[in-house]
């Protein structure tokens, strides 16, 4: 396949600020760990390798043309659901609706790749919600059908339709902009959202690291504290600001706005999946990424983020 780049120059000059700085850091935790001890740093060290493979991946899917770019996180999309049903409890009576709920997955990003903006917010919640639900009423089995019902569409809900938001934001500016000149390209506000939300799940673990003492949700997440939400949410607030004019076309105001969205709804779209694990009695989504985990753990700030900020631009800006 011929490389066909899309992407505009300031996105480039982002994804390249990102690789120097990854550079930079892989070079200072070597440097620690030569130091300190191979043993040392180690979950340090595997955040960033993390990186390298997100970023990776990332620049590879928005690198060819948009369909492209929407089947790359269609396959998220799909792993993530399927990650997420390998960890709940299902019935066997499910397993004919099990095979409904991944075929939602296609159909929802073709009406992304249509750019159709009115089934794409229906699909899922009221089409797939509907459909879920009869299709587990005929097969006759009805011990636990509002526990299996939940799951499943909580599954749908977050994996498929919040993940969703992200393919979105590649077809949103053919709805026009309203300031013109302003930087509305949709891998620039596709960037935007998903630097600043990694970036914000790194600044809450080094602020909690540095400053932490007082516990946010000991029984859900142990490690997160205030000192680290708080100051995860306010660097990453001030990152919002100085980068919205580059690859956004958010005015100051609302770039604050976004920024805190970003960093609060970041937060919760973690411990939610904490919460998850916790009550499946698991520590990790899964083992895609060693040493780091599954998608799961990587993306479920994502889950939050990506609906709120799509639909902070659609309603200002588009």
Avoid at 214 to 237: C, D, F, Y
Wanted: net charge positive.
């Amino acid at each position: 396949m011929t490389l066909d780049l899309w992407i505009p120059r300031e996105v480039l000059w982002t994804f390249g600020a990102i690789v120097a700085v990854l550079v930079a850091a892989t070079l200072i935790v070597a440097l620690m760990r030569r130091g300190a001890g191979a043993g040392r740093h180690g979950e340090l060290a595997a955040r960033v390798n993390a990186w390298w493979v997100m970023v990776a991946v990332f620049a590879v899917a928005i690198a060819f043309r948009r369909g492209v770019a929407i089947g790359f996180f269609a396959v998220l999309s799909f792993l993530a659901l399927k990650e997420y049903l390998s960890l709940i409890p299902t019935r066997r009576a499910d397993r004919r609706v099990l095979l409904w709920a991944y075929l939602c997955v296609p159909l929802q990003y073709v009406w992304v790749y249509q750019a159709w903006y009115h089934m794409f917010l229906v699909f899922i919640p009221v089409w797939a919600f509907l459909f879920v639900a009869m299709r587990m009423v005929l097969s006759g089995e009805t011990r636990d059908f509002l526990r299996a019902a939940g799951t499943i569409h909580w599954g749908l809900m977050t994996m498929v339709f919040g993940l969703s938001h992200l393919a979105y934001l590649l077809v949103l500016p053919d709805a026009g902009p309203v300031r013109p000149g302003a930087p509305t390209h949709g891998a620039g506000l596709l960037l935007f959202v998903v630097l600043l939300t990694q970036l914000n799940d790194v600044l809450q673990y080094v602020w909690g690291r540095l400053l932490g003492r007082h516990k946010v949700i000991p029984s859900v997440s142990p490690n997160k504290t205030v000192e680290g939400l708080l100051g995860g949410a306010l660097t990453t607030t001030v990152i919002a600001f100085f980068l919205a004019p580059v690859l956004t076309p958010l005015v100051p105001a609302h770039a604050v706005a976004a920024g805190l969205m970003i960093g609060f709804g970041g937060f919760i779209g973690d411990v939610t999946i904490s919460a998850l694990k916790r009550d499946l009695g698991v520590k990790d989504s899964g083992t895609l990424i060693p040493g780091h985990g599954g998608l799961l753990d990587r993306i479920d700030s994502l889950l939050f983020t990506a609906p709120l900020f799509f639909h902070f631009m659609k309603y200002f800006y588009f």
